[in-house]
């Protein structure tokens, strides 16, 4: 955690110059960078994924043969069913990328270019929704608005029609996602600053004007790779498709794949063509992101020091915060308000009445010492170690990407990419048939570690996105001027690049760190034997009935990724008394 | 500096993985998981072989069982499935075995190579708090009374919810359905899935809930009832099955008695399960009390995918 406190951005002379008698530090420092993040993405993607690309072509591969190949291929295309599913599919990663920018961008304008009063907490707030498990938020949505549910019970009416609708889905997937946005895009306006819109005011711009020429289009880059990430989430997510899109008819591909692995006979090829079908949508979406960023140049951290002082809201002030709250309420508000009160209720038919209240589901957890706090250890280590694993293979790997001309490095921007729509099933039969095989003399299936392979495969598309973003926006001239002063590139990237992406790569580590703790789809498949993670724990209890101590376990487990990540964050701060990000 | 991170996550990785790799036998199983937890308990207690569990779903755990195919670990499967118990007898993977315990099982509930822990029954599970009557046969559920009030398990996601829609359909053709459908009646996922929603009083009734979890959220205080048609339903017998790339089958065989001494019935009914064994007492209809509907599996499963195209047809309209 160390090089992330090297705060100061400008290397001393002298420092630079005891770098530079270190002689040939530098091209070691390049491909240092170049051989990690090889040898991570092929051990944490590669592997996965070629054997998923095998099985995809060699149907008895399971069973160690390579019999029969491509004799699934043709039938799993020519699946009448398909094209459909895969342009709902498309629809549906549109309709969630929209929505979630409709609701974050301007959130995030206020965020980063106004003050807005009490900022911290509002941050704070937004990142609740990303804590909630999105199966959770699901239930708890359906449970609050379906016919005689919490909405009803408080209010008289219901909005089932709204929720089990098309847009209605598309709404509780894009509560849980524009998070991603808000922090990707409030934190990149904050870098490109007031003060290129201030140079467009001074030859005479309308703030509006200067805002739609200079602000928002210099931060496209944060706004396309939020958007990306988004499209990639909502392809992928499996929990809400499965509960409500059943009732609109309308099937993904994700479900179907879901179905083909469930079903039996087992037809993992089938779901292995089905999962690069999804690779390959993910893969046009990341070559459009491509398209937009090469185009130009986003360039706006020279190395001037920049004195950004935000704009008073003035007479906005209160339609903002108006906005601000409505947001927070429906994204975290209403969810943590329903599974709060099913955990509290001594039966679910027995509705929101005082005598129905009892806290037998928190004692339960307490005293299920073996099961429920076992799960909850598990997984909150879990998503330390994806944090950390994750977060730091992704920052170097994007870095090796954008700041290196090295070769190779468009299969290692690929190997990124490709877990952005991977369903996080299919990584884990990937992961079974890989470490799995009889003649491997040490292999991590069945421990612990195949969950961490599984998240940080999972996962790695965030502080990639992120850092990628952020470090298109660092100038070339900072790092040549470091270099001038003799600075190896070790140096560099500790003492200039990695303290710029910083923020970046720490909110994307936050992000990580509360998806991981709660992974239900691969966790269920790959779990060791015997053992629980929080999610499988909650899934477990759904499955049997009791609703109310899964959803206990769902509120004690949100508290707690909440609360872990402020204490880091606090932690930081107090250590180099910078603000890093909160 | 970056690499000694990475050092320390992996080794951290290493720390909070617990020692289950090499353990004396391993059962893959479908739900309850608190009756594997005490069934596993009360195994080693009284053997000292330790049991690792791993527990989800049929379709789940059939996945985990394909892709491990090249190096398997699995020694006992217990799957909510019988046509499993054909199809992997089918295919050689079984160890034939009878346990002497199994002497008061009947015989439609055990072959060479499988024998039923426990039964469940499909049945209507309907909220007395949900205002409308309550149903005594699985066509009082398209009357209109139950207008948008009824959900179905989907027979894609469910073994037991298929041979009920395979039943009916050769009892009454595909006219029960159609009212269904026309009655407003909808598909909700996996069994639990479907009943929550009747639970909360969203819905009045599951067309097809398997009996043991609303049974268990009867006793939990539940507004939920239990019926069985007396025109018939279906069962769906859990089989216990020895496979044979088991290196512990004597372990694994030992685990089967188990399961099917008093000790192991009175576990299982107390989860509100029918026991395999007919001498075994529980507290809740058993298998002689219910009208069970003969389905002929090979005939059933083998047009599969056109009756569930059939009944998807039906329902996605």
């Known amino acids: 955690m160390q090089t992330m406190n090297g705060a100061s951005v400008s290397a001393s002379p002298l420092e630079a110059h005891s770098a530079a008698k270190k002689g040939l530090s530098g091209d070691d420092g390049h491909s240092a960078a170049l051989w990690i993040a090889a040898i991570g993405l092929l051990l944490v993607v590669g592997v996965p994924f070629t054997f998923i690309v095998l099985q995809a072509i060699f149907p008895e591969l399971g069973r160690g043969s390579l019999a029969a190949p491509f004799s699934n291929l043709g039938k799993t295309l020519s699946d009448p069913l398909l094209p459909r599913m895969a342009l709902n599919t498309v629809g549906l990663g549109v309709a969630v990328a929209a929505i979630s920018a409709l609701i974050g961008v301007p959130l995030a304008a206020f965020r980063g270019l106004f003050k807005v009063p009490g900022a911290k907490v509002w941050d704070a707030l937004m990142l609740v929704p990303f804590m909630i498990p999105p199966y959770i938020a699901t239930l708890g949505w359906i449970m609050t608005l379906q016919p005689n549910g919490y909405l009803q019970q408080l209010a008289g009416f219901n909005l089932a029609p709204f929720l089990f609708s098309l847009g209605g889905m598309a709404f509780v997937m894009a509560l849980n996602c524009f998070p991603v946005i808000y922090f990707g895009v409030s934190r990149t306006l904050e870098a490109v600053g007031g003060r290129y819109s201030d140079v467009g005011r001074v030859f005479g711009a309308s703030p509006w004007r200067a805002f739609w020429r200079i602000t928002l289009p210099l931060s496209i880059p944060g706004l396309a790779a939020s958007l990306l990430l988004i499209f990639a989430m909502a392809i992928e997510e499996y929990g809400t498709p499965a509960a409500l899109g059943r009732h609109a008819g309308f099937e993904v591909l994700v479900t179907q794949i879901e179905l083909r692995v469930s079903d039996w006979p087992i037809d993992l090829p089938g779901a292995s063509i089905m999962a690069l079908t999804l690779v390959l949508l993910s893969f046009s979406a990341f070559l459009v992101q491509r398209r937009v960023l090469s185009a130009r140049n986003f360039q706006t951290t020279g190395g001037k020091p920049q004195a950004f002082n935000k704009r008073p809201l003035g007479p906005l002030a209160v339609p903002v915060l108006m906005f601000f709250a409505l947001i927070a309420f429906l994204a975290a508000g209403a969810p943590l308000f329903a599974i709060l009160a099913t955990a509290l209720s001594r039966t679910i038919s027995g509705g929101l009445v005082l005598d129905n209240l009892t806290l037998a589901n928190f004692s339960r957890i307490y005293e299920d010492g073996a099961g429920a706090l076992k799960a909850l250890t598990l997984s909150l280590s879990l998503g330390v170690a994806t944090a950390i694993v994750a977060g730091l293979l992704g920052a170097i790997a994007s870095y090796v990407v954008v700041k290196t001309k090295s070769r190779g490095r468009f299969l290692l921007d690929t190997l990124t990419i490709i877990p952005n729509a991977l369903p996080g099933i299919v990584v884990a039969i990937g992961l079974v048939l890989a470490w799995n095989q009889p003649w491997l003399p040490v292999s991590p299936y069945n421990t612990s570690l195949i969950l961490l392979l599984a998240y940080c495969c999972i996962l790695l598309p965030q502080p990639v996105r992120y850092t990628t973003a952020a470090l298109h926006q660092i100038g070339d001239n900072l790092e040549a001027a470091a270099r001038v002063f003799g600075a190896s590139r070790m140096v560099v990237f500790r003492r200039i690049l990695l303290p710029l992406i910083a923020p970046s790569l720490v909110a994307s580590m936050l992000l990580v760190f509360a998806v991981a703790s709660r992974e239900l789809v691969a966790s269920l498949l790959v779990a060791p034997v015997g053992t629980h993670t929080v999610a499988s724990f909650i899934w477990r209890q759904f499955e049997q009935g009791s609703v109310g101590l899964g959803m206990g376990m769902a509120f004690v487990t949100i508290v707690l990724t909440t609360l872990v990540p402020f204490a880091i964050l606090i932690l930081l701060r107090r250590a180099s008394g910078h603000d890093a990000m909160l | ?317």
């Open chain 2, 1 to 317: 500096m970056r690499i000694s991170l990475f050092a320390a996550a992996a080794a951290f990785g290493l720390a909070v993985s617990s020692s289950t790799a090499m353990a004396d036998i391993t059962v893959y199983t479908a739900g309850p998981a608190s009756l594997i937890d005490d069934l596993a308990a009360g195994f080693t207690a009284k053997t000292g072989v330790k049991v690792n569990v791993f527990q989800a779903t049929t379709g789940k755990v059939m996945a985990r069982i394909e892709a491990e195919a090249a190096n398997p670990v699995v020694d006992v499967l217990i799957s909510a499935s019988w046509d499993t118990a054909t199809d992997f007898a089918k295919r050689g993977w079984l160890v034939p075995y009878t346990s002497p315990n199994a002497v008061n099982v009947p015989d439609f509930l055990k072959t060479d190579t499988a024998v039923a822990q426990g039964v469940s029954a499909l049945a209507i599970a309907w909220n007395p708090k949900s205002g409308t009557p309550k149903p005594a046969e699985w066509s009082d559920l398209a009357k209109p009374e139950y207008k948008d009030l009824v959900n179905i398990p989907d027979p894609a996601q469910s073994g037991s919810a298929f041979e009920l829609t395979a039943a009916l359909e050769a009892q009454s053709g595909w006219k029960l359905f159609e009212d269904l459908k026309d009655n407003g009646a909808v598909v909700a996922g996996a069994n639990a899935e479907a009943l929550n929603p009747v639970l909360q009083g969203a819905k009045a009734a599951v067309f097809g809930a398997v009996d043991y979890i609303s049974l268990a959220g009867m006793k939990k205080g539940e507004s939920i009832d239990v019926i069985f048609p007396a025109s018939g339903t279906v069962i769906a017998p859990r089989p216990v099955m020895i496979l044979n790339w088991s290196k512990q089958q004597d372990d694994a065989k030992q685990f089967v008695d188990y399961v099917l001494s008093d000790e192991g019935q009175a576990k299982v009914a107390a989860t509100a399960l029918m026991p395999a064994r007919t001498d075994v007492k529980a507290d809740r209809p058993l298998i002689g009390d219910l009208n069970i509907l003969k389905i002929d599996t090979d005939a059933v499963y083998s047009k599969r995918e056109e009756t569930l195209g059939k009944f998807n047809a039906i329902f996605a309209k």
